[in-house]
């Protein structure tokens, strides 16, 4: 191969590894976002960048099921009537390493309230840094384990759907998206979002 040869195929990598870079960097962990969803979308972003939708006006947010990282069937299902707070993560995701202590924080002061934390760990080629990740930030609800992110495509387009890692949502009473978060959440943030559903009758 001659010297320009070698150079134009090295620049073609180049390009190509950039791209990928560039790819993996908006696909993966991130501790902001947009919203998603064009048209008459029925949420409203506030200016701590969380989305909320009126009581009538929210979207229903699917049945999500399959293996815990710890082996065990749950399914969203048997948590009918509860208010559910919805964790997307990843065991290498800065921002959710950051909030998974706020998480636990409000999980336990809320649970005798009607109220359920379900994670969904996503990315995490095997169960075991999930399961560390866990025990070191001393998280006790229970997360499904979605390597590929199949449930997260489970929320319809345009409605508050999980965009990016992290993301939280907080489920009304009847099953129905009420507030989105495409970020990091403090304690503060989260109790934000959870609170006003709480107060629906």
């Known amino acids: 191969m001659s010297a320009a040869r070698r150079a134009r195929s090295r620049v073609a990598l180049l390009a190509i590894t950039s791209a990928a870079v560039a790819a993996l960097a908006l696909s993966a962990c991130s501790s902001g976002g947009t919203s998603g969803g064009g048209g008459n979308t029925n949420f409203i972003t506030g200016n701590n960048g969380i989305d909320t939708a009126a009581q009538g006006k929210r979207a229903a947010a699917p049945v ?22 919805v964790n997307v993560w990843g065991s290498w995701c800065g921002p959710c390493r950051l909030e998974a202590k706020n998480l636990e924080k409000v999980y336990q002061d809320t649970k005798d309230q009607g109220v359920q ?38 929320f319809k387009k345009g409605t508050l759907n999980p965009q990016l890692i992290p993301s939280t949502l907080v489920i009304d009473r009847e099953g129905k998206i009420a507030a989105r978060a495409l970020q990091g959440l403090s304690e503060e943030s989260l109790r934000g979002m959870l609170d006003p559903v709480l107060a629906e009758k």
């Open 117 to 154: 934390f379900v994670g969904i760990n996503t990315r995490d080629s095997s169960t075991g840094p999930a399961i560390a990740f866990e025990k070191e930030h001393g998280v006790t609800f229970p997360s499904l384990y979605d390597p590929t992110g199949k449930l997260m495509l489970r």
């Open 64 to 85: 999500l099921s399959g293996k815990t990282i710890e082996g065990e069937q749950l399914s969203t299902a048997d948590y009918k009537g509860k208010i559910l707070v």
